[in-house]
């Protein structure tokens, strides 16, 4: 048994009851003897294993009381099992963040900790660890690159920011190409010269090898990266060395915001609006709101970056929120691309290519064939882009009209010709392509609708010579097919790439000059409020691909709606005129950011059970709305419930209500009784109502 000092004794005498948040879906922390051989080593922050039920489970120490705690009076309290790592794994300050989170999408502070600490963090390897000095980085440090005047005035305010030692965020709102990038790694610079970290945030893992490779060509062994695609070594290596000091330039994905550094000084977000830095499943946090929180709470500066920013982010720095940061052309004067917009109802619908599927100037149309010629004739680089993966959007029988759907989910099953497979996007579900109509027998059986695919088969027609590869989510499932992809770009290996959104978000390949927009209009009408703002975002961002070096760029944008007002916009260049008239259907209609929202689900297999849940808490919800007096508006409304858009997935039918108040607190307040009343999925902040 261990002696102890009396001051130990005496220490642990008086806080002998742990708290400890279990990741579990639990309402708060558990309290747990502290064990005479463990007393004075456990502290705020410590990582410990508990017993939890019938089995045991991890556990982080939140707080202690004394054993005297009357509301502990009566029950037979569990100990602690053990202590596997000496040091906390947290901080005082870390814990006010992780709470401040769980306050917020009011969830237990246990969920919080699931989505902070992977479990591979903990697993402690077979084999002692590398050292730091076994994985160094041999760099050779690059050269700054000389700034324009908006790059060294936005710098400028930047750098005042961070010696005023108070935080600070900044919209860093720069053209595609403007030299943002640069500015983040100044930034991060003089973070680390004042002693502080960087955490560098970026919405998908395809952009993390790129932004990478440029920070550890300024920082070498001092970068660390988090997401998803790592190896559990790797991300157990990376994290440890994080939270020992060792790198304190930190890049990642959504989740790297939770990153252990100890004391960053700089928080950058590029590409803000992005959607994919929201979490769709338990903690359903916004990786872009989690960080100007962690930077305020750590007195850092914050540096939201996009050329497209979100609404919500370009009001607030209207309003003062955010000092906002302009950068309005290029890097030596390198004009943006033009943009040509085609009409294709103009266009001539009689060609058809040899697999009877859509008409051939829907896919690939004069101007955009013409532009992919001249590019190649120059030895230069194109992509082509079409926001659907698979080979067509669903297959129909031309004789009775039936579609394959999934058995699952209330959607059509999706064609991927290369696999022969009918796939479901929801819940992964799959069939063998058919050949054959179950419905009434007939060989009549179609594609229908566009995907990459499909695109990619018809440039490979058409350019039988050049090298051509597709980049969405099939063709780079893995991190490793994905760098290959993006390298053998980079490389001029492949001459065209067709794809998704995935070559919208921040890439840079100095050769590309042509980008071809397949139906620019794809996502314009969906039933979600910010399906104009996608759009624009998308266009503009995909379109920015082009002339980033010294060569000029051609966009050509094909669409059935050239007169639509985000089209017009998009081919303008024109985010102001776009943000203007958005805004004003915001406005019209109560949505942010004229108010915050939050979306409730209910789930169930049967769809009577689903729709019986909704309508119980719409009537709680008219109760709290008639508990007003009379005379005054209501803190909140509701629309609703009705069946999603999707009505069914993975085999739960689902109902749903939207929540919309002026009011921070009062749509909290809302939440909160919803809880409590045991409403389970529910979206703060959502991203989507779809």
Known sequence: ????????????????????????????????????????????????????????????????????????????????????????????????????????????????????????????????????????????????????????????RIQAAMASGTPKSFLLFGVTGSGKTEIYIRAAREALARGKGALILVPEIALTPQLRRRFEERFGDEVAVLHSGLTEKARRDFWWSIRRGERRVVVGARSAVFAPLENPGLVVVDEEHEPSYKQEDRLRYNARDLALVRARLFGAVAVLGSATPAL???????????????????????????????????????????????????????????????????????????????????????????????????????????????????????????????????????????????????????????????????????TQKLEAALARFQSGETQILAGTQMLAKGHDFPNVTFIGVVLADLNLHLPDFRAGERTYQLLAQVAGRAGRADKPGRVVLQTYMPMHYVIRSSTAQDFAAFYSEELEHRRAFGYPPFSRIAQVEFRALKESAARREAERAAALLAHLQGAHPGGVAPAFTFLGPAPAAVAKVANRFRWQILLKSEKSSSLNAVIKTLRREGARFIDVDPVSTL
């Open 312 to 478: 919500e982010t370009f009001y607030a720095a209207n309003s003062g929120k955010h000092e906002l940061l302009t950068l309005g052309s290029r890097p030596n004067a390198r004009p943006l691309p033009s943009i040509e917009v085609v009409d294709l109802a103009d266009e001539p619908a009689t060609a058809r290519n040899t697999d009877n599927d859509a008409p051939a100037s829907a896919l690939i149309g004069a101007k955009m064939r013409q532009g992919l010629e001249e590019t190649l004739a120059r030895g230069e680089q194109a992509m082509v882009f079409v926001n659907r993966k698979g080979y067509s959007n669903f297959v129909l029988c031309a004789d009775c009209g039936h579609v394959p759907e999934c058995l699952n989910c209330s959607v059509s099953l999706t064609y991927y010709r290369s696999a022969s497979k009918l796939r479901c996007h929801y819940c992964g579900f799959e069939i063998d392509a058919i050949q054959t109509c179950a419905g009434c027998a007939s060989h009549s059986v179609r594609p229908m609708g566009i995907g990459t695919e499909q695109v990619e088969r018809e440039l490979a027609r058409t350019f039988p010579k050049a090298r051509i590869a597709r980049l969405d989510a099939e063709a780079a499932s893995t």
């Open 1 to 156: 048994m261990t002696t102890l000092n009396t001051s130990v004794s005496a220490r642990a005498k008086q806080f002998e009851i742990a708290q400890v948040a279990v990741p579990r879906p639990v309402p708060g922390p558990l309290s747990y003897r502290v064990p005479e051989a463990l007393a004075g080593k456990i502290k705020v922050g410590s990582f410990v294993r508990v017993p939890f039920r019938r089995s045991t489970s991890e556990g982080f120490v939140t707080g202690f009381v004394p054993a005297s705690d009357p509301s502990l009076a009566g029950f037979e309290l569990k100990e602690v099992s053990e202590l596997p790592f000496e040091s906390a794994v947290f901080s005082r300050k870390d814990l006010e963040f992780y709470s401040w989170v769980a306050g917020y999408y009011q969830l237990p502070l246990g969920e919080v900790f699931h989505c902070a600490f992977p479990k591979s963090v903990f697993r402690i390897p077979k084999k002692a660890r590398a050292s730091r000095a076994e994985n160094k980085i041999e760099f050779t440090p690059s050269k700054d690159f000389d700034f324009t005047p908006d790059q060294s005035a936005s710098f400028a």
